[in-house]
Structures are given as C-alpha cells and as structure tokens.
C-alpha cells in the first residue's frame, strides 16, 4: 500500500531503478505519492520494478534509455514531460565499475565506467535541469560511493565516483538560484544481489569488522536518505556529499590492542 504523502502528485525520475538500489528508491517514491520514472537500459529490470511498484499501488512509469546518448535521454525528457507533465526529483543512480588494478585496468573500461558514472550524472542534469528551472525549482540527488571519498577500491570506480563528488558543489552552486537543490549519497557495503554471495564468506565477516555499527547497510537505508534529500524537509540542504556507510569512512581500525592500549601505563607523575 501507499504510504506517506510527502511526494504526492510529484514525479521522480531514477536512474538505473532495474538494480536493487534504484528499484528500492524508486518503491520509496511512489510509496509516498509519486509517479516513479523507472529508467533503465534493461527492459525487463525495468518491468520487473514497474510491476512492483503498481502492485503494491503506486504509480510508476518505465522508460527505456541508454544514458551513454544524449538523444536518448532528451527522448525520455519529452516522454516524462508528455506523460506526467513535469519533473520534480531526479536521482542519478546509474552506474558500473569492475575490480581491476591500475595496471590491470583496460583503457576502454576505464573511458566506459568515466562515460557511465559521472557521464550520466552530467548528462541528466544537463538534460532535466531546464525543465526544473521552467517550473520553478526541483531536487537532484546523485549517488556515488564511499569509495570515491577515501582510497578504497579499484581505481576506475573511486575515480568515477570522486568525479561526481567533485561535481556537485559546483552544480549546486549554478542551480541553487533557480530552487533546485543538488546533494550526492555515498552508500558503504550495501546488501545487493551483487556482492550477498560476498558478504556471506568470511571477507563479509572481515567488513562488518570495520564498521562502527556492525552491519551491512540496505537498499532501505539508500532509500530513507534519497527520499529526505528529495523532500520539503531539505529545502536548504544543498551541495552536501553526505556518506552513508555506518561511519566505515571516518574510522581506521587499528585493533583492539591498539584501542585499549594506555601509553601512559607505568609513567610517573
């Protein structure tokens, strides 16, 4: 059933909403009220998450496009427009990456996942960001990774997603005068069908290890955040890169020898 109301008659496009953390974004919108573009080069993710969300009674609207084309993503603009008159949010959650070395790293990955991850982002705001300025203002929320704030990762990935990072308090700036505020997500270790194989072996283990909360994140928590981001409630948030892993980023776990360890047993006064 539909939920809260906070997006009511609004309409949210997302990127990459076939995955599992687009589609939990996605649901979250249209729980509350939106219409949800589902945008997705995958025709069948892309049903699979429409499917969903109008059963569970929401209003969903799935558009097939390649973010690596310009004329795609104006085509989707129109077809958005056309249908649902407007455009309110647009959450930039497509992307790829690989787990490859520097000296590993093909040079047409590395060009593929620069033209996927912030291409898109650059390329959608470019593209919607008129239509939020002719109406009077709107929300864009991207989303990045933890990896791209610290050096974690496989090269190509953390320079994808820095790039965004490095994006957004310019952009912020440049449409911050028209009412559209613009803030990035950077999720940790999020339970995905990606990585649940991974996180069930040891090395899963190894990771809850260094998180100060002791968990995985989930798609729900990416979810909770985009849709505040995304709401009344954050008018004047804008330009933030805001990390959503558990506090992993901050903290540099050295042991528990070292945490307890009291250089100042022994000393005199």
Not at 73 to 85: E, G
Not at 198 to 218: L, V
Not at 223 to 247: E, H, K, Q, R, T
Request: proline letters at 4%; a neutral charge; charged letters at 25%.
């Amino acid at each position: 059933m539909v939920g809260k109301d906070r997006f009511t008659d609004k309409v949210a496009i997302v990127t990459g909403a076939g995955g599992d953390i687009g589609r939990e974004i996605a649901r979250q919108f249209a729980r509350e009220g939106a219409v949800a573009v589902i945008a997705d080069i995958n025709p069948e993710a892309a049903r699979e998450t429409k499917g969903l969300i109008d059963g569970d009674g929401g209003r969903s609207l799935a558009v097939q496009v390649n973010l690596l084309k310009s004329e795609e993503i104006r085509s989707m603009v129109r077809t958005v427009l056309r249908k649902c008159s407007r455009i309110d949010i647009l959450v930039n959650n497509a992307g790829i990456g690989e787990r490859s070395t520097l000296l590993e790293t093909r040079e047409e990955m590395w060009d593929l996942i620069m033209a996927v991850d912030p291409g898109s982002v650059f390329r959608c705001t470019k593209y919607v960001a008129p239509e939020m300025i002719r109406q009077g203002g709107g929300k864009i929320v991207n989303i990045a990774s933890m990896m791209g704030m610290i050096g974690m990762g496989a090269p190509s990935y953390t320079a994808a997603k820095g790039a965004i990072i490095a994006m957004t308090p310019i952009v912020a700036a440049e449409l911050g005068p028209h009412r559209i505020n613009v803030n990035t997500v950077c999720p940790g270790f999020i339970r995905t069908k990606l990585n649940r194989d991974m996180i069930a072996t040891p090395i899963g283990d190894q990771i809850i290890g260094k998180i100060p909360m002791r968990r995985i994140g989930n798609v729900s928590d990416v979810a909770a955040l985009v849709a505040f981001l995304s709401s009344d409630d954050a008018d004047y948030i804008n330009g933030a890169v805001i990390p959503l892993d558990g506090g992993m980023g901050r903290f540099l776990d050295l042991g528990e020898d070292y945490r307890t360890y009291d250089p100042f047993r022994g000393t005199k006064e």
